[in-house]
C-alpha cells in the first residue's frame, strides 16, 4: 500500500487549490451578493479540466482520473461549496451518466459541452412523495406517442435546474412495474412544458439554487431515451455511485475549510486575555477536526483508486458518503463553536458551511439510507428488501 500522493496528484491538487484561493475566494461576494449564478466560473473551471478528469480526450476529457477528481473537488468546496455542484453536474451524476449509458451519438452531442461547462446540466430524480424512496414515489410518466415521449410530473430539489440547458430524466414508462418501470431520458430545457422555479433556501446562499421543476406535455424525441426502456433504476443507481466519489470530496472540503477558518480565529481571537487556540477544550475541537477529517479524507481516496484500477466500489463510495457526511456536519458544529456567536455573522464563512454540510448529509442518499444500506450489506440479507428499498450494492459501478 502506498498513501503517498504521485507527484501528478500533488501539482493538479496544489492547481486545484491555486484557482480556488485566487479565482473563487475574492468573487464568492459578487456572486451571493446578487444572486447571479457563476456561470462564468464554471467555463473556467470546464477549461481547466476539471470536470472532464474521468472522460476520454476524444470526448474534450483531460483523463486525470477519479482520484485528481476527488482531489479538485476537495480544493473547491474548501473555499466555496456552492460552485462545488457542478463536480456533481457537470462531471458526475450528468455526463458521466450519459457516458455510461448513452449512445455514441448521444456523447458526441451532449458530453463535451457540459463537461466544458459550455452548457448546465442536472440530474432529476427527487419528488415530493420522498427522495429516500426515489422509485416508489416516482409520479411522474413519459408516455410513447409515435417518435416521441410526453412527459408530465414534477421534480423538487433539482439543483442548477433554473440554469440547466440540458438534464438527466427519470420517468416511469410503465407506472404500474414499480422500479422495473423507470427509464432514463436526456432532457433539453428550451422545449416546450417544461419549468423550473428556485426554492427559497437562503441558507445556502443566493447564487446556486435547488428548484421544484414541472413537466407539463413535455416533448422529447424518442432518441432522447438512455439506455433502455425500464433499465431507469439502475441507470439511477449507477449514476448515484459515481456522485458518492465527488459528494464525499466535497464534504472533505467543507470540513477542511472548517478546519482553515478556525485555525485562523483561534490565533487571532483573544479572550480572557489569551488567544482562544491555547485553552485545551478547543484544542481538543481541533484534534478531532483534523483526525476525523482526514480519516474521512482517506475513505474518498480509497474509493477513488478502486475506481481508477476499475474495480467495483459501490460499497467503499456508500461507506466514505455516509462518514464523511457524519464528521463533516460534527466538524462544522465544532468551528460554530469555536467561533462563538460570530458563527452567524456573514462575514465569516462557518453558517454557510454548516448548512451545507448539513444539506449534503442528506443529498445523494441521507445518513439513514445509508446507514440501512451499509448494515443490510454487512448482514448480507441479500433478499432482504424490509425497507422497500431496491438492492443496491449488488449494481456493479463499472460501467466504463
Ligand atoms: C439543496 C438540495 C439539493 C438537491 N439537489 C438534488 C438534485 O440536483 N437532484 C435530485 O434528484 N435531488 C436533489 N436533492 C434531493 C435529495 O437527494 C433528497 O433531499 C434526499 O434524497 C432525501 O429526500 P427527502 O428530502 O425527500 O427526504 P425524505 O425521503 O422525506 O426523508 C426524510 C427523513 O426520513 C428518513 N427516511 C426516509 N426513508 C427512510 C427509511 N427507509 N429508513 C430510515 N430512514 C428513512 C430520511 O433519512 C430523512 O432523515 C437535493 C436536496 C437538497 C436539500
Redesign the pocket.
Known amino acids: 500500500m502506498n498513501f503517498n500522493l504521485s507527484q501528478e496528484n500533488k501539482e493538479v491538487k496544489r492547481l486545484a487549490a491555486d484557482f480556488a484561493n485566487k479565482e473563487i475566494a475574492p468573487n464568492i461576494e459578487k456572486y451571493e451578493s446578487n444572486g447571479a449564478f457563476p456561470k462564468d466560473l464554471l467555463r473556467s473551471m470546464g477549461k481547466q479540466g476539471f470536470f472532464g478528469a474521468c472522460f476520454p480526450e476524444k470526448y474534450g476529457g483531460s483523463e486525470l482520473g477519479f482520484l485528481n477528481l476527488a482531489l479538485i473537488a476537495e480544493e473547491i468546496a474548501r473555499v466555496y461549496p456552492a460552485i462545488s455542484y457542478g463536480f456533481n453536474m457537470q462531471a458526475m451524476t450528468c455526463p458521466f451518466t450519459i457516458l455510461n449509458w448513452g449512445t455514441e451519438e448521444q456523447i458526441e452531442k451532449y458530453v463535451p459541452d457540459l463537461i466544458m461547462a459550455n452548457t448546465i446540466g442536472?440530474?432529476?430524480?427527487?419528488e415530493p412523495g420522498?427522495?429516500?424512496?426515489a422509485a416508489g414515489a416516482m409520479k411522474t410518466t413519459a408516455r410513447r406517442d409515435g417518435d416521441e415521449y410526453v412527459i408530465n410530473g414534477q421534480?423538487v430539489?433539482?439543483?442548477f435546474a433554473n440554469e440547466a440547458d440540458v438534464g438527466v430524466l427519470f420517468a416511469k414508462t410503465e407506472p404500474d412495474a414499480g422500479h422495473k418501470g423507470i427509464s432514463a431520458f436526456i432532457i433539453e430545457t428550451d422545449r416546450p412544458g417544461f419549468e423550473a422555479r428556485p426554492i427559497a433556501?437562503s441558507g445556502?446562499g443566493n447564487a446556486v439554487r435547488?428548484c421544484e421543476v414541472f413537466f407539463d406535455d413535455y416533448r422529447i424525441p424518442k432518441e432522447n431515451l438512455l439506455g433502455e426502456e425500464g433499465k431507469g433504476f439502475k441507470i439511477c443507481m449507477n449514476a448515484l455511485d459515481y456522485g458518492r466519489l465527488t459528494v464525499p470530496s466535497r464534504l472533505v472540503g467543507i470540513a477542511q475549510g472548517c478546519i482553515d477558518a478556525s485555525l485562523n480565529y483561534c490565533d487571532e481571537r483573544v479572550v480572557g486575555g489569551q488567544k482562544i487556540g491555547e485553552y485545551q477544550m478547543i484544542q481538543h475541537l481541533i484534534a478531532d477536526m483534523v483526525v476525523e477529517t482526514e480519516a474521512a479524507r482517506l475513505m474518498v481516496h480509497k474509493s477513488a483508486f478502486l475506481k481508477d484500477n476499475r474495480e467495483a466500489a459501490t460499497r467503499e463510495s456508500a461507506h466514505s458518503k455516509y462518514f464523511a457526511a457524519e464528521i463533516t456536519t460534527k466538524v462544522a458544529k465544532s468551528a460554530f463553536e469555536i467561533f462563538g456567536g460570530y458563527a452567524l455573522a456573514d462575514e465569516y464563512p462557518v453558517m454557510k458551511f454548516l448548512n451545507y454540510a448539513n444539506?449534503l448529509h442528506?443529498?445523494?442518499?441521507?445518513?439513514?439510507?445509508q446507514r440501512?444500506l451499509i448494515a443490510e450489506d454487512a448482514l448480507d440479507w441479500k433478499d432482504a428488501n424490509r425497507?422497500n428499498?431496491p438492492r443496491r450494492f449488488e449494481l456493479s459501478s463499472d460501467i466504463r
Open positions: 442536472m440530474f432529476a430524480l427527487t420522498g427522495g429516500s424512496d421534480k430539489f433539482i439543483t433556501m445556502l435547488s444539506m442528506t443529498g445523494e442518499g441521507s445518513a439513514n439510507i440501512v425497507h428499498i
